[in-house]
């Protein structure tokens, strides 16, 4: 090969194209490495944004999720001026609806012993008289003894008081002094009982409710009280003395408010104005246990009502 044709060779132009081509690839291999590098450098620049943050649709429904997770569990305050009146708190009051299927509220039996029990407890009248448990005023009582006649208790009225100490002087078996502890009360029903205890008439043999003839005169005086006042109705209680069981006491205390009640139906007493009430061996005139005084609680007594009313 001669000098001249290596540079025929060289100038046919194929050493020039080499080094075009080495540096057209040096060029683009230091734009990629520039692609590359630039973004970590915080360069301008537009690049792929999806390859490094999320898209903007995500983060937004992102917040939405949060926002209504916050509004449906913080709960809400309601804050009311000081000044505003209790009218202007009800009108801005807002009533939530009823379920669609709800009716009216259910109505709780005042009965039910599962309801409680929100009424108020009924406030009960307290009498100013004296009063028997079932609420009745307690009975004037009438003590006839030999030569004195105690009347004690409350009357509705000052005529009422005289009327009754009219009535027990005109009725006593033997003169007598008349004492009276009578307070008076225009409260008091004019219908109160009066109480008759006698304290010498004639009593029930021990053990038996018989009517003797002396005893039976005694309650004929009853009777004739009873015709001359047609208002009147009589309650008899019988009693017996201490002796003995209280089941035998109760039950011959029975018969005998029976036998009373008998005595004055055939004396001529309509037997819808008597009644009977046996107390067996309680309420005794006397604790003793001699004859006389055993023979004091065998006995009936009387509450003698409307004698109070007039005829």
């Known amino acids: 090969m001669s000098l001249y044709e290596y540079e025929d060779d060289y100038d046919d132009g194929r050493p020039l194209k080499r080094i075009i081509l080495c540096a057209v690839a040096v060029v683009v291999l230091s734009a990629l490495l520039w692609l590359v590098i630039r973004p970590s450098l915080g360069g301008g620049g537009t690049t792929n944004a999806s390859m490094f943050e999320p898209a903007a649709d995500t983060v937004a429904e992102d917040q939405a999720v949060d926002t209504t997770s916050t509004s449906a569990l913080a709960p809400t305050t309601t804050r009311v001026d000081p000044t505003t009146t209790a009218a202007e708190v009800e009108a801005t009051t807002t009533i939530p609806d009823a379920p669609p299927d709800s009716t009216a509220a259910p109505t709780i039996s005042t009965g039910s012993?599962?309801?409680?029990?929100?009424?108020?407890?009924?406030?009960?009248?307290?009498?100013?008289?004296?009063?028997?448990?079932?609420?009745?005023?307690?009975?004037?009582?009438?003590?006839?003894?030999?030569?004195?006649?105690?009347?004690?208790?409350?009357?509705?009225?000052?005529?009422?008081?005289?009327?009754?100490?009219?009535?027990?002087?005109?009725?006593?078996?033997?003169?007598a002094a008349l004492v009276q502890f009578l307070a008076i009360n225009p409260d008091v029903p004019a219908t109160v009982g009066v109480r008759v205890i006698e304290m010498n008439s004639s009593r029930f043999p021990a053990g038996t409710a018989d009517v003797l003839p002396d005893?039976?005169?005694?309650?004929?005086?009853?009777?004739?009280?009873?015709?001359?006042?047609?208002?009147?109705?009589?309650?008899?209680?019988?009693?017996?003395?201490?002796?003995?069981?209280?089941?035998?006491?109760?039950?011959?205390?029975?018969?005998r408010a029976r036998a009373v009640v008998t005595h004055l139906v055939d004396y001529g007493i309509d037997a819808a104005r008597l009644s009977s009430r046996a107390v067996g061996e309680n309420d005794l005139l006397s604790l003793n246990d001699d004859e006389t005084a055993l023979e004091l609680n065998r006995r009936t007594e009387f509450v003698i009502y409307g004698t109070l009313l007039g005829t």
Not at 142 to 163: K, M
Not at 232 to 252: K, M, P, W, Y
Request: proline fraction near 9%; hydrophobic fraction near 40%.
């Open 113 to 175: 012993s599962l309801a409680p029990d929100t009424s108020q407890p009924a406030v009960e009248d307290v009498a100013s008289y004296p009063t028997l448990p079932d609420g009745s005023p307690v009975p004037v009582l009438a003590i006839f003894d030999t030569d004195t006649i105690t009347l004690s208790g409350t009357v509705p009225s000052q005529a009422a008081a005289e009327r009754l100490a009219q009535l027990a002087i005109a009725n006593s078996k033997t003169p």
């Open 215 to 255: 005893h039976g005169r005694e309650l004929d005086r009853i009777g004739a009280v009873m015709n001359a006042l047609p208002n009147t109705t009589v309650l008899v209680i019988g009693h017996a003395d201490q002796r003995g069981s209280a089941e035998a006491n109760f039950a011959v205390s029975e018969a």
